[in-house]
């Protein structure tokens, strides 16, 4: 099956000069979490306006479900559904009539039991009457993603849909959108939240100064967090590895004070039970240890890093 989201050469600069986004390539397919991670200013929220129509592309070409963004802009932005970073909501409306509204926007006929199904899901039903200033940020939130669903597109962009939202909401969050994946909706986030993009994506993109510079399944990704490092604090400095262990994936620190083992938790085997009988054998005597696991933020950073 094609994708449904197809991003060709994609560029975009904004009329102060600045490229924001350089020959952007992407292809999401259907039904897919994909996080979009990025430091501020990296590109994301343009990417997203883009492919929305907000925002007209310098170059290149995007289709949305076949549909391209500019030419075929109508049939394009009505699959899309769109929830800004931003609360933006009328703030004297009440949660049904601006949730109403919007489906209208897109020229649906009314479907009563659709917005209230949507509202339901969103645990917004009891405050469907209430003006959405009396509203707390979180349900504010919600609003704005009832918003973007009222029309039933078949792609929803979230921009940092968990900003500033307490933990137990952003967990509700998250059941939530895999909830919505779960009705056959593709869905594209951006997150400044590492634990975030780890917990939903099926894929991550990082894009940094307006390119993307990495593109993979978290199965994948899952393969590197499985790294982790056993660091043996040596009771005597060592000059150099023994050749007795030149087996093992060891580096000793400069100070020559402690041995670092890398090795794969996903692994049938750590090697940590040979590497200690070997230790022993060559008479090499440790006081303490530690381990530590890269996460998906080790990653991220050291990739940001390596890049700038
Ligand atoms: N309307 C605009 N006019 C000029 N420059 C803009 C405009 N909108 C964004 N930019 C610039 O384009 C770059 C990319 O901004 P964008 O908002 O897409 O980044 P972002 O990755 O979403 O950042 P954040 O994580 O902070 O939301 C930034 O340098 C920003 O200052």
């Not at 979009?36 to 170059?59: D, R």
């Not at 939240?193 to 993109?205: C, K, T, W």
């Not at 993979?216 to 023994?242: F, I, N, R, S, Y």
């Not at 054998?281 to 050291?302: C, N, R, Y």
């Amino acid at each position: 099956m094609p994708p449904i989201i197809s991003v060709e050469n994609l560029s975009k600069t904004y009329a102060t000069g600045l490229p924001a986004l350089k020959s952007i390539d992407l292809s999401i397919d259907r039904g897919e979490i994909f996080a979009l991670l990025g430091p501020n200013g990296a590109g994301k929220t343009t990417l997203i306006s883009i492919l929305c129509g907000i925002v007209t592309p310098s170059e290149g070409r995007a289709s949305i479900d076949g549909h391209d963004i500019v030419r075929d802009y109508r049939a394009a932005r009505a699959l899309v559904g769109l929830v800004p970073q931003e609360l933006t909501t009328d703030h004297f409306e009440s949660v049904w009539s601006t949730t109403s509204f919007s489906r209208g926007l897109f020229g649906k006929p009314k479907d009563p039991a659709k917005i209230e199904r949507i509202l339901r899901d969103l645990s917004l039903w009891e405050k469907k009457d209430a003006q959405i200033r009396t509203l707390s940020g979180g349900m504010k939130r919600r609003v704005l993603i009832a918003k973007a669903l009222a029309h039933e597109p078949r792609v929803l962009f979230l921009d940092e849909p968990t900003a500033g939202v307490d933990v137990g909401l952003r967990r509700d969050m998250w059941a939530l959108v895999r909830g919505l994946r779960e009705t056959g909706v593709t869905i594209i986030l951006t997150t400044h939240y590492i634990e975030e993009a780890e917990e939903m994506a099926d894929r991550v993109g990082v894009i940094l100064g307006g390119e993307i510079i990495l593109t993979e399944d978290k199965a994948a990704l899952m393969a590197k967090l499985g790294q982790k490092q056993l660091t043996l604090q040596l009771a005597e400095p060592l000059g150099a590895v023994p050749p007795a262990l030149a087996g093992h994936q060891l580096e000793l620190a400069d100070d020559g004070c402690s041995l670092v083992y890398t090795y794969d938790t996903q692994g049938d085997r750590t090697g940590i039970t040979g590497l200690l009988t070997d230790l022993a054998a060559a008479g090499i005597h440790f006081k303490d240890l530690q381990t530590k696991q890269s996460s998906l933020e080790d990653i991220f950073v050291g990739l940001v890093g390596a890049n700038r």
